[in-house]
């Protein structure tokens, strides 16, 4: 069975910074790609940013230039560095990993699953 945890949120003032982590656990080969998304109060749930094993990025408009993504394959282990946060930010951050291969996966020949964190919540205050 994969888990992501995440970690990292809480209470920021407008201009300053988090840092998110989320860790993927279980009998895990490879994973694809893996993400940050968020929901904020009323609204969808709206990609943030993701990369992919050889460390490709993409981001939402809404956060290029202020938000970094990085993964520790290794590790298993994602990472979403928010810079010059604004309270339009807050919202609850999930983790995705896309494509992960396990045991399971691979006997059956397949792409792999995708994955979702519980998420965590980021509030930025102004």
């Known amino acids: 069975q994969v888990q992501l945890v995440e970690s990292g949120g809480g209470l920021v003032q407008a201009g300053g910074s988090l840092r998110l982590s989320c860790a993927a656990s279980?009998?895990?080969?490879?994973?694809?790609?893996m993400g940050w998304y968020r929901q904020a109060p009323g609204k969808q749930r709206e990609l943030v940013a993701t990369i992919t094993s050889g460390r490709s990025t993409n981001y939402a408009d809404s956060v290029k230039g202020r938000f970094t993504i990085s993964r520790d394959n290794a590790k298993n282990t994602v990472y979403l560095q928010m810079n010059s946060l604004k309270p339009e930010d807050t919202a609850v951050y999930y983790c995705?990993?896309?494509?992960?291969?396990?045991?399971?996966?691979?006997?059956?020949?397949?792409?792999?699953?995708?994955?979702w964190g519980k998420g965590t919540l980021v509030t930025v205050s102004s």
């Open positions: 995705n990993a896309a494509g992960v291969q396990t045991p399971k996966s691979i006997a059956a020949m397949s792409n792999g699953m995708d994955y």
């Open positions: 279980g009998s895990i080969f490879s994973i694809n790609a």
